[in-house]
């Protein structure tokens, strides 16, 4: 019997086109992706791989042009939103054109695939802890952001000068590896009071609001609707109808959590200044001013009020119908049976 010819693999984990900032060493500080595509259609892969070599490269004038050509003539029902409108714009850009294609989601090996994955984030094309983000810091270099962009700070003296010496104030908010998202990514549907507190590479789903003192990093998310009044730290995914408190906080792994995924379920609050280092199901609530640790000793009540025993805090992750306060008698911090919850929690109230 005749063996039948192996069909080649035209599938891409990602890919996108965008523009890319050098410093005067030509190494890339910036990225900026319009329309990053993820996991595209068989017949888009196809045209990717006849027009761009895989991996990160340069993308010359004309062959952008020839790409742009043959999507405008493919089924545009096959097409994300705005990739043949955006793919159009950057032929009139006087940039370096950036394509990353890349075959799998592997460890990170340049800046252009760092910010491709932050970008995969923000424009909602993967949740939190989905990508693999190994090697992101040794691949985005520290900048000044400005109000002229993305500026290497070894060249930012002479930036300075000569926009002083031109007239042309520079304002340099900050300087980190990560920018704020806003500049990259404004996802539908959400409220951001202070732009400045969310970096690219969060996930803010529709129906967010984050006020002025919220947080949200690289690698989180507010899959929304959701009212964020504190900071949710890198790799923590707060769940929909859930509400952080006003200088509220949850631990991720960047901040001493270890390797411990902390996420909240739906339908929780984190009272004001409050914060855990667990993760819980939906419907909890841990009262104003109460941080609970993985260490913390709680003492577990049944809903007569009678103690059940106590516990470290770790044995309750992952719980749900939770209510968490201090006892202002005793000082011990005590779970509760959250009231407002549809079912009680078996595991507070098993005697043994």
């Not at 970096?199 to 609707?225: C, K, Q, S, W």
Request: charged letters at 20%; aromatic letters at 4%; a negative charge.
């Amino acid at each position: 019997m005749a063996t039948q010819p192996t069909q080649p693999d035209v599938s891409l984990f990602a890919f996108a086109v965008g523009l890319s900032r050098e410093n005067k060493a030509g190494q890339t500080i910036d990225c900026f992706y319009p329309t990053p595509v993820r996991d595209p259609t068989p017949t888009l892969c196809e045209a990717v791989r006849d027009s761009f070599e895989p991996g990160v490269g340069s993308c010359a004038p004309e062959r952008l042009l020839s790409f742009a050509t043959r999507l405008g003539d493919m089924d545009p029902v096959g097409l994300p939103s705005g990739l043949v409108s955006a793919t159009r714009a950057m032929l009139e850009a006087d940039r370096p054109l950036r394509i990353v294609t890349l075959e799998a989601d592997t460890d990170i090996k340049h800046t252009a695939e760092a910010y491709l994955k932050l970008h995969l984030l923000s424009h909602r094309l993967a949740l939190p802890n989905t990508l693999n983000l190994k090697n992101i810091f040794a691949h985005l270099p520290n900048v000044a952001w400005t109000s002229k962009g993305a500026i290497d700070i070894g060249e930012l003296d002479e930036a300075l000068l000569h926009g002083r010496i031109s007239g042309d104030h520079l304002e340099v908010t900050s300087i980190d590896k990560f920018p704020r998202m806003t500049n990259y990514v404004v996802p539908n549907g959400v409220r951001i009071a202070d732009a400045s507190r969310i970096r690219l590479g969060a996930y803010l789903g529709e129906g967010t609001t984050v006020m002025h003192e919220g947080f949200i990093n690289f690698n989180a998310a507010a899959l929304g609707p959701n009212m964020v009044e504190g900071r949710i730290s890198q790799g923590v995914v707060l769940g929909a109808h859930s509400d952080l408190g006003g200088g509220s906080s949850t631990m991720g792994t960047l901040s001493g959590g270890g390797e411990i995924t902390i996420s909240i379920g739906s339908n929780c609050l984190i009272g004001a200044n409050a914060g855990t280092g667990i993760p819980l199901g939906d419907r909890c609530t841990i009262e104003a001013g109460l941080y609970i640790t993985a260490g913390t000793l709680v003492t577990l009540k049944d809903e007569n009020a009678k103690t059940v025993k106590t516990i470290k805090a770790r044995e309750l992750a992952g719980g749900s119908d939770m209510l968490f306060i201090r006892n202002s008698q005793t000082g011990q911090i005590e779970c509760r049976s959250n009231r407002k919850a549809i079912a009680l929690n078996e595991q507070l109230h098993a005697h043994n």
